[in-house]
Nanobody
């Protein structure tokens, strides 16, 4: 499975940005697996942002709850992250990942990772 994230960029605080991640490759049916977004800033561990289960049930980090929305389009094998009211502390490289399970578990349950897309929020 290959995951390609896109949509990152440089925005100002308070702006919105939408990230997308397209899955490709054979061997897996996209709709069967949970998908997630993580992010990493220099010097820090990769941080959970949001996840969506096979059923459409969603999970969010407290830091983004109410501002970010994760969604999936199984017909197009894509997962998106709508980010509103962005803050400078949201600046990071954002990675999409596919779980090996139908429901999101944790970092160790993620089987495949994309290369990441940079999001920079200026104050």
């Amino acid at each position: 499975v290959q995951l390609q994230a896109s949509g990152g960029g440089l925005v100002q605080a308070g702006d919105s940005l939408r990230l997308s991640c397209a899955a490709s490759g054979s061997g897996r049916t996209f709709s069967l697996y949970a998908m997630a977004w993580y992010r990493r800033t220099p010097g820090k561990e990769r941080e959970f942002v949001a996840a969506i289960d096979r059923t459409g049930n969603t999970h969010y980090a407290d830091s983004v709850k109410g501002r970010f929305t994760i969604s999936r389009n199984n017909a197009e094998n894509t997962v998106s992250l709508q980010m509103n009211s962005l803050k400078p502390e949201d600046t990071a490289v954002y990675y999409c990942a596919q779980s090996g399970y139908t429901e999101y578990r944790d970092y160790y349950g993620m089987d495949y990772w994309g290369k990441g897309t940079q999001v920079t929020v200026s104050s």
